[in-house]
């Protein structure tokens, strides 16, 4: 038993225990500082290490649930579905594997949904499927949503979680950058408040566009933001660079970042961003 302390113990559903919780609860050791907690309370603290405040990466399902209202999210665009434009070799299995493993049908969810009571519309970026990558799908879905909220006079609030553009679709994924951006802009033209909340990691061809177009720009603590990859840039410029390069405290210091909230914090803030900056003579 001690050699699996720390890592998550395998546990009877309930409903094989005739309905009874076990009595051995499931634990985690936290990566950064080694503390062990029962899966449960670290769930309790929305996937926040209680010890040293590190931050899990945690699914599209789970962070609505913890920042929407109860009840409240209601989904959108759920009938695009990603193809193989390219035939790109065993692109289909990868799209299989992700669908199955993050129960999502693409690496965005989108929908409308009420924060503290504040009308909005949101968007969630899946890490578990191929990283949140961008495609053609994750690209519409998420220009639709802006044009939606236009339409309906809505403010954004965007979580963002990516390896960026997606390889396997080539010149069609690198396309989606010019396409969202297009639509924040739209979305701005028309009075529109954007809230981007970056995660880790938030990289690549997403930090390139839409994520970094926010009128306000929040982060988790310690995320990982940025393009390309830190030995790249060291190679390219021959320098040695901080060792917090592109991390989110380094891009408040350097005005990337308005502001750094932790997760335990965050719908409160958004809640409070959202009352701030509702236009006059809307609800609610």
Do not use: W
């Amino acid at each position: 038993m001690n050699s699996i302390v720390g890592m998550f113990r395998k546990s009877k559903n309930v409903l094989e225990t005739g309905g009874i919780t076990p009595t051995v609860e499931e634990k985690i050791r936290c990566p950064i500082c080694k503390s062990i907690d029962t899966k449960r309370s670290v769930a309790k603290n929305k996937m926040v290490c209680p010890s040293c405040g590190h931050h899990y990466r945690i699914n599209a399902k789970t962070r609505i649930k913890a920042i929407c209202d109860r009840n409240s999210f209601c989904e959108l665009f759920t009938n695009l579905e990603t193809t193989d434009p390219l035939r790109f070799p065993g692109y289909e299995t990868k799209l299989q594997n992700s669908r199955t493993v993050s129960g999502q049908p693409e690496g965005v969810v989108c929908g409308t949904a009420t924060i503290r009571t504040q009308p909005c519309a949101v968007f969630v970026m899946e890490p578990q499927f191929m990283m949140g990558s961008m495609g053609s799908v994750v690209g519409e879905k998420i220009t639709r949503l802006f044009e939606y909220a236009a339409e309906h006079d809505l403010p954004v609030v965007g979580f963002t979680a990516s390896g960026g553009a997606r390889m396997q679709e080539g010149i069609l994924s690198l396309m989606q950058m010019a396409k969202t951006s297009g639509a924040v802009h739209y979305h701005s033209d028309r009075g529109g408040l954007y809230i981007t909340v970056l995660t880790d990691p938030t990289t690549g061809g997403v930090t390139a566009s839409f994520a970094m177009l926010g009128d306000i720009i929040l982060s988790e603590p310690n995320a990982l933001i940025g393009f390309a990859g830190k030995r790249v840039i060291e190679q390219t410029t021959k320098k040695k660079l901080p060792d917090n390069f592109q991390k989110a405290e380094f891009l408040l210091d350097c005005g990337f970042v308005d502001a750094i909230v932790p997760r335990t914090e965050m719908r409160t803030t958004l809640g409070q961003l959202l009352k701030q900056h509702r236009k006059r003579g809307t609800v609610k």
